[in-house]
Structure formats: C-alpha cells, structure tokens
C-alpha cells in the first residue's frame, strides 16, 4: 500500500520564478492539504483540497495556488518566488468518510530553495 | 484563534531514562490532538491522536500521551527512551469540525545521549 508521495524531492528556484509541487494521496484517500515548514519552525496550513476544490485556506497570499484532479492527487502552484518561500512544502492525505475524526497522512515533502 | 506551545526547544535524555515532552494548546473547546514525529529529512510520521474518551494514548514505538483537559495539555510520553528516538517532535490540534486544519506547534527537538 504506497503512502503518500511527492515530487520532487528538491527544488532550487531564483526569485520571480514560478513552480508546481505535485502529490499523489495515500491509496483510499480523497482529501490532500498542504503544509510549509519553515526551517526551525512547525508545519503552517497552507490549504485543503477536496472534491477538486480549495475547502479551506490558511494565511497565506494569493501567488500559493493549488488544484485537485479526479484521481485526487494535487498540485500546489507558487507564483513571483520571494526568498522567504524557501521551505519544505508537505502534502498530507486523509478520507473524508472518516471525518471529522480523520487522520492526516504527510509525504515526505519537497524541499524549496529560492535564490 | 487557536495557538499550539511547545516550551522546550530542545531535550536532551541518556539512552534508557524516562521522556516526557510538554504540550499546552489554546482552544475554547476539546480539540483534537496529535503528535507526530519527525527525523531529518523526513516527512512526519503520527505517534497518536487523541479524539474522545479515555485519557491516556497509546500510541507506537511504546509512545503515550495524556489529556488534561483542566491545564489544557497533552504532554507525551515515553517510559525507556531509545536511542533511534532522536528526532523532532510535534504536536499539534484540530477542530472538531467537519475537516481537519491542523495547527501545530514549533516542536521539541530530543537528543539521546549515551
């Protein structure tokens, strides 16, 4: 049973460029959100994709988009990159049958360095 | 708004000794409460989770927590700490509503020393 996975594993990007960060869910799961971690810092809720539309979002600014497709993995999209983006970005899959006492399942993340 | 504190930055334990690492969340009602883990370079692996009920967690790799709902805490604990237990440690909660958001704190880094 594949758990969550991402890709790609690093990413090194200069500032004003844009890049897309992709997640497959664990199997059986239909609900992905997506986290920034910054270094030294706990995992920050970015947003929440659910039946291919954004459910919930944290504070973040509008350049952090993301999408859903219908086999539920999901792209999250960072527009005009500042060099505070730099962060692992996680991509956690739960199921909604199992809410609201679901149980969130994180990827190994995808780390960003913005130059 | 709903706030997570983990007052220890770091810890450090000998191999063998007892572990218990602080959690105080902020919150007008129960919420849901997790820890997770995390080693370097790792995506974060849950330990338990606290949803109603019983008090006391069990959770895996011989992990527990337990819920005061009076001190508003969620503190884990392990009884012989080993020494691949060396990682970051993160709780976190969520509203109990219809999905999940989960706030987390900033973490505990635990050292194992021999």
């Known amino acids: 049973d594949a758990g969550v996975t991402q890709s790609p594993t690093h990413l090194i990007k200069t500032r004003g460029q844009q890049v897309t960060l992709r997640c497959s869910p664990k199997?059986?799961?239909?609900?992905v959100s997506w986290y920034q971690q910054a270094l030294g810092q706990g995992p920050q809720f970015i947003f929440q994709y659910y039946e291919e539309e954004e459910r919930q979002r944290g504070n973040f600014p509008d350049r952090f988009s993301g999408h859903q497709f219908p086999n539920y993995s999901s792209e999250l999209n960072v527009n005009a990159l500042l060099l505070g983006d730099s962060a692992l970005y996680l991509c956690?899959?739960?199921?909604?049958?199992?809410?609201?006492?679901?149980?969130?399942?994180f990827g190994p993340g995808t780390r960003l360095t913005v130059l | 708004a709903q706030s997570v504190t983990q007052p220890d930055i770091h810890i450090t334990v000998s191999e063998g000794a007892s572990l218990e690492l602080r959690c105080n969340y902020s919150y007008g009602a129960t919420p849901y409460l997790f820890w997770y883990v995390q080693s370097p370079g790792q995506g974060l692996q849950l330990l338990l989770k606290?949803?109603?009920?019983?008090?006391l967690v069990q959770g895996i790799k011989g992990f527990e927590a337990e819920f005061k709902r009076s001190q508003s805490s969620f503190n884990l604990r392990k009884p012989s700490v080993h020494w691949s237990d060396a990682a970051e440690y993160f709780c976190?909660?969520?509203?109990?509503?219809?999905?999940?958001?989960?706030?987390f704190g900033t973490g505990t880094r635990l050292l194992v020393s021999p």
């Open positions: 976190a909660v969520a509203l109990n509503t219809g999905f999940q958001k989960l706030v």
């Open positions: 199997s059986g799961h239909d609900t």
């Open positions: 956690a899959s739960s199921s909604a049958r199992e809410a609201p006492t679901d149980t969130q399942y």
């Open positions: 606290y949803f109603s009920g019983d008090t």
